[in-house]
């Protein structure tokens, strides 16, 4: 979609046609954790973006904490696809 980014995880950063802003390894919620603020900030500068997707972490341990954090950040909009 026109004027879209994807938070991804670093595994992923290639495989979308879209800007990417990478929020940590897939299979390490800690990582995850350290970096969301950050890669949220990155893309909410990218210019021209209206709409913003996110990979879904895992939702056990602290990758529930990461996911509540995406959920808040979304206005708790959740698009299945």
Partial sequence: KPGSAVLCFDEEMDAFSVPCVSFGKRA?????ARQLFDALRRVDALPGVNFIFAR????EGMGLAVYNRLL?????????L
């Avoid at 390490?28 to 995850?32: F, R, S």
């Avoid at 808040?72 to 299945?80: D, H, K, L, P």
């Fill in 28 to 32: 390490d919620a800690a990582d995850q």
């Fill in 72 to 80: 808040r950040a979304a206005a708790f909009e959740v698009i299945t």
């Fill in 56 to 59: 879904h972490p895992e939702t």
